[in-house]
Structures are given as structure tokens and as C-alpha cells.
């Protein structure tokens, strides 16, 4: 059974540019949550997505976005860059519609580096 | 404001030795509390979750326990091998609408031979 998969691994930009992130979860999982890892905050959730629609939003600007596809793969973008993005972005997928409050574990992807200089 | 803080920040010990990891939160209404192990390089992986009922399980070398009345929970683990070195986060879920995930920063721990 694969796993939950994040491309690109590992990608470096400048201020100002944008990025893409993707997504996909381990398959019948409908759920893909998107969260920020840096070593000074930890984890930050930033947004959830159920059958194409968000769910639930963290406290992050408007520069950070999402969607999901009907497959349930799911994109994140970051719009004019700024150094504090630099991060390690990680997706996790869960199983059904109760939502991440419930008991369901989460599966997480291997994450994506962003470097931002 | 729900918080979850993990102590100590950082731990190092030899192989062989069993630790305890802590976790105290203030998250309310509580729905269940999870630990996960995240290796450098990746995304973490559960090791368990435990509703209000529950105050031990196990997985293989690794026991949580949870004392909903105090609100702490602890991470022990026995007889420590050096693929244990990794970073240990807790997170509590509150009930409730919305999204209810609630991060500890994490225990780096390291296992030296």
C-alpha cells in the first residue's frame, strides 16, 4: 500500500516567487491536511481539505492556498515569498469525513523543503 | 488559549537505557492524545492514541500513558536502541467544530552507543 506522497522534495527560490506543492494521499483517504514545520514554531496546521472543499484553516496569510482534485490529491501554493517561508511543508491524509479531531491517524508525507533566499 | 508543552526539549542517552518523555497540555474539551516519531529528513509517524479512557498503551518498546486528570501524558522507552533517535511530538485534539489539532515542539532525542 503506498504511503502518502509529496513532490518536490526539496526545491530552492527567491523572494518574490511562488510555489506549488503536491499531494497525494494514500488512496481511499479523503482527507489532506497541510502543515508547516519549522524549528523554532514546530508543527502549524494551515489548512484541511475534504472532498475538494476546505474545511478548517490555520492562522496563516492569504499568500498560502490549497485545493484538492476529485482524486483526492491535493496542491498547496505560496504567492510572493518571503525568507520566513523557508520551511519543511508537510501533507497528511486521513481516512474519512469525521475530521482530524477524531481518533484517525494521521499519515503524513515525507514533506517538502522549501528554501527561500 | 490550548497549549501543549513537551519537556525536555532535548534528551541524550546511552543505548541500552530506557527514558521518559513528557507531555503536559491545557487543551479542553479533550478528545484524545497522540505521539508520533519523526526521523530527521522525515514525516512523522503515529505511535499511538489515547482517548479519555484510556491511560496506557503500548506499541512494541514504546509505552504512552495518560492522566486525563492532570492532563499529562508520558512516552517511555525501554531498552533504547539508536534507530530511536529522532524527534517525539505530541498532539492533543480538543472536541468540537473546526480543526482541533493542537502541536507539542517536540523532544529531540539521541541514542549514543
Known amino acids: ?117 | 488559549k490550548n497549549q501543549v508543552e513537551q519537556s525536555p526539549q532535548s534528551l541524550i542517552i546511552l543505548e541500552g537505557k530506557n527514558c521518559t518523555l513528557q507531555c503536559n497540555y491545557t487543551v479542553s474539551p479533550f478528545s484524545n492524545l497522540r505521539w508520533y516519531k519523526q526521523d530527521t529528513g522525515r514525516g512523522p509517524v503515529s505511535l499511538t492514541i489515547m482517548t479519555f479512557s484510556e491511560n496506557t498503551k503500548s506499541n512494541g518498546r514504546y509505552t504512552a500513558t495518560l492522566d486525563a486528570d492532570t492532563k499529562q501524558s508520558s512516552l517511555h522507552i525501554t531498552a533504547s536502541q539508536l534507530s530511536d533517535s529522532a524527534s517525539y511530538i505530541c498532539v492533543v485534539s480538543a472536541k468540537g467544530s473546526g480543526y482541533a489539532l493542537n502541536f507539542g515542539k517536540g523532544t529531540s532525542l539521541l541514542v549514543t552507543p
Open chain 1, 1 to 117: 500500500k503506498a504511503g502518502v506522497t509529496q513532490t518536490p522534495r526539496y526545491l530552492i527560490k527567491t523572494r518574490g516567487q511562488q510555489v506549488t506543492l503536491s499531494c497525494s494521499p494514500i488512496s481511499g483517504h479523503r482527507s489532506v491536511s497541510w502543515y508547516q514545520q519549522t524549528p523554532g514554531q514546530g508543527l502549524q496546521f494551515l489548512f484541511e481539505y475534504f472532498s475538494e472543499t476546505q474545511r478548517n484553516k490555520g492562522n496563516f496569510p492569504g499568500r498560502f492556498s490549497g485545493r484538492q482534485f476529485s482524486n483526492s490529491r491535493s496542491e498547496m501554493n505560496v504567492s510572493t515569498l518571503e525568507l520566513g517561508d523557508s520551511a519543511l511543508y508537510l501533507c497528511a491524509s486521513s481516512i474519512d469525513g469525521t475530521g482530524v479531531s477524531g481518533a484517525n491517524v494521521l499519515t503524513f508525507g515525507a514533506g517538502s523543503r522549501l528554501t527561500v533566499l
